[in-house]
Structure formats: structure tokens, C-alpha cells
């Protein structure tokens, strides 16, 4: 069982998330021959996560500082997990406390480098890109807690070869753009296209959920017509 839900997460994960499995397996390795636990490394990554906030706040050349650390934070965060998983010590209130920080710095950083931008229209930008992560959580977890339950996850209506573009995004993404945003100085380009495409995507969920719902309506409605026009024996 462990082994079919290990390879279904690695199935469902973005492609970020797995390049940065394959980046910090080096430290990983060295990792699981110390007394460091998981929780003690998602704990320290809390120091470059706020950091970052510091720094992207500032503004101008502390932009790509920020982005650094930024970038260093998703490293540890994707180190913790797998060194859960080497050292047998995989825990729910060490996949809470993983989740909740990504949950909550993401969008803080994000506002963070709008307001290090100094303009009005690069807050308002930043403000927009801030809310796609929380909306989409949102929608996938409600959807899946009272819909889906223990049911595989709804795969996009489309050939299977474009299932790709849906693991192309994700909360992981938005790591290595700020840092190229900040290396080329086009922080507002990455806002931009968290503002747009991730308020597409969270849409494009609530398209598949309404359709997925329709689709489970019609098979209940046939089933139920069945068992009443069925003879009984």
C-alpha cells in the first residue's frame, strides 16, 4: 500500500517538485547518516523564508538576495520530506507543519517583492498574484475531502500526452521564476503570470470539478433507473 500511494504521488507531483527531488538528493544523503530529523530541517527553513520577505520588502538590489533565499528555503522544504521518507520518520504533524509554511510564506513573498518594486500597480499585481495559491488550495481540498475521498484524482479532459501541463504548474514554480526574475530584474513579469495564469488555473479547476460532478450525476441516475426496471429474482 505504502509503495502504490509513493507512486501515485510521484505520478501526480509537478515537474518542479521533482527536479528539486533530484537537486537536493546530494543533501539528503548526507542528511540521513546525522541525528537531523525532518522536522528540524522544515523548522530551519523557516529562518531563509522570512529572510526573503525581509529582503524582497527592501527592494532593488535586495531583490536578488531575497530571491537567493527564497530559492534556498524551497530546497529545504524539498529536502525534509525526503529525508522523512530515508529515515522511516514520516509523520502527519510533519506533513502539516511542511504544508502550512509553503502555504503561508508563498503568498508573503509574493507581496513582499511588489511592494520591494514600489509602485502602485505592482502592488496591485502582487495583491492578485498573492491569492491564486490560497484559492486553489482551497478548491482542491474541499473538493477532495467531500467528493473524492479515497477516489483517483480527476485527470484533465484531454489526450493523455497533455496531462504534462498540469504538473507544469504549481506552488514550487513560482521559486526558480523569482529567482530568474530577479537575476534578469522582471520581478513584475513573474507577478504578472501569477496573477493571470494562476487565477486560470484555479478556474480551470472548477470547470473539471463541475464537470467531474455531472459525469458522477449521470452514473448514479442510470444505476438507480437500473435497479428499478430490474426484475426481481
Known amino acids: 500500500m505504502v509503495n ?13 517538485g521533482r527536479f528539486l527531488r533530484i537537486l537536493t538528493k546530494p543533501l539528503v544523503k548526507a542528511l ?14 523557516i529562518i531563509p523564508a522570512l529572510a526573503s520577505i525581509f529582503f524582497l520588502v527592501k527592494g532593488d538590489k535586495n531583490t536578488l538576495v531575497g530571491a537567493l533565499l527564497a530559492f534556498l528555503y524551497i530546497i ?18 510533519g506533513k502539516w507543519l511542511d504544508g502550512i509554511i509553503g ?38 481540498y474541499f473538493f477532495n475531502s467531500e467528493f473524492k ?8 479532459p484531454a489526450l493523455r500526452k497533455w496531462q504534462i501541463l498540469r ?9 526558480p521564476f523569482l ?14 503570470f501569477f496573477a493571470t495564469v494562476g487565477h486560470a488555473f484555479w478556474m480551470l479547476l472548477l470547470l473539471i470539478q463541475f464537470f467531474d460532478l455531472k459525469k458522477r450525476g449521470k452514473k448514479i441516475g442510470k444505476k438507480i433507473g437500473t435497479q428499478i426496471i430490474s426484475p426481481k429474482v
Do not use: W
Not at 529567482?179 to 504578472?192: Q, S
Open 149 to 156: 475521498k479515497d477516489e483517483p484524482r480527476i485527470e484533465l
Open 4 to 16: 502504490q500511494e509513493a507512486s501515485t504521488r510521484k505520478e501526480h507531483d509537478e515537474l518542479t
Open 179 to 192: 529567482l530568474l526574475g530577479a537575476i534578469l530584474n522582471k520581478t513584475i513579469i513573474v507577478l504578472f
Open 32 to 45: 540521513v547518516r546525522t541525528s537531523i530529523k525532518p522536522n528540524q530541517v522544515t523548522i530551519i527553513s
Open 103 to 140: 502555504f503561508i510564506f508563498v503568498p508573503f513573498m509574493m507581496l513582499a517583492a511588489a511592494i520591494g518594486l514600489q509602485s502602485d500597480t505592482a502592488l496591485l499585481v502582487g495583491a492578485v498574484a498573492a491569492l491564486c495559491f490560497p484559492i486553489q488550495f482551497t478548491l482542491v
Open 167 to 175: 504538473y507544469s504548474y504549481g506552488l514550487a514554480l513560482f521559486f
Open 76 to 93: 529545504l522544504d524539498a529536502t525534509d520530506g525526503q529525508l522523512a521518507r530515508e529515515k522511516g520518520l514520516g509523520s502527519s504533524f
